[in-house]
């Protein structure tokens, strides 16, 4: 998603008009237009009205902007070039499918199993997925926190705005699965 395609689509969740959202940040009444060539990629907006952009839609300007991993392709590079830059700190597996017995029969061994496995279900390809963990404690604790509003949702615990509302948001929105208090709030009050 490029970055006119997500000032819109955070507009939008935030409910502004382009008009309004064009005086909020400080555009004057009759922008409405520039706003609409912002979000069809037409023109692309100073890092500084990027900045009031996010302001005004509560969000990390991070959230705005392209070059962020957007597609698989972006993202394998992105991999790619911290590990040239982190060498060992990706470390990748192969995940093995859950069986009461290994292929000789045998009950596997846990103490000494260093196999990562996974159940058969709805979620699960066809193929043994692949997996990797990054040795690094703020992204595991992101990532960890990530999985957590994830089950959330999936759980019914929060709304989809709620989870959208923490998304764009971190890292102002984090709270350590529930360790502390965020900066921001996306949960709504109950």
């Known amino acids: 998603m490029r970055t006119g395609e997500k000032i819109k689509r955070i507009r939008k969740f935030r409910g502004y008009t382009q008009p309004e959202f064009a005086m909020m940040i400080g555009l004057g009444e009759n922008a409405a237009p520039r706003i609409a060539q912002y979000e069809s990629g037409y023109r692309v907006p100073s890092p500084k009205l990027l900045k009031a ?23 394998r590079m992105l991999l790619f070039w911290l590990e040239e830059d982190h060498p060992g700190m990706i470390h990748g597996f192969q995940m093995q499918r859950m069986t ?3 292929d000789d029969g045998d009950t596997p061994d846990a103490a000494n199993d260093r196999n990562v496995y996974y159940h058969d279900g709805d979620n699960w390809p066809a193929h043994a997925p692949c997996g990797f963990w990054i040795d690094s404690f703020l992204l595991n604790g992101f990532i960890r926190e990530w999985l957590e509003h994830q089950r959330e949702l999936k759980d019914g615990c929060i709304t989809k705005e709620e989870y959208f509302a923490w998304k764009i948001g971190w890292p102002y929105t984090c709270d ?3 360790k502390r208090e ?3 709030k996306w949960r709504k009050e109950k």
């Open 182 to 184: 965020p900066l921001k």
């Open 100 to 102: 009461r017995k290994d």
């Open 53 to 75: 952009m996010a302001e005004v839609l509560d969000c990390n300007v991070l959230a705005l902007m392209d070059g962020t991993g957007q597609n698989a392709e972006e993202l």
């Open 176 to 178: 350590e699965c529930g």
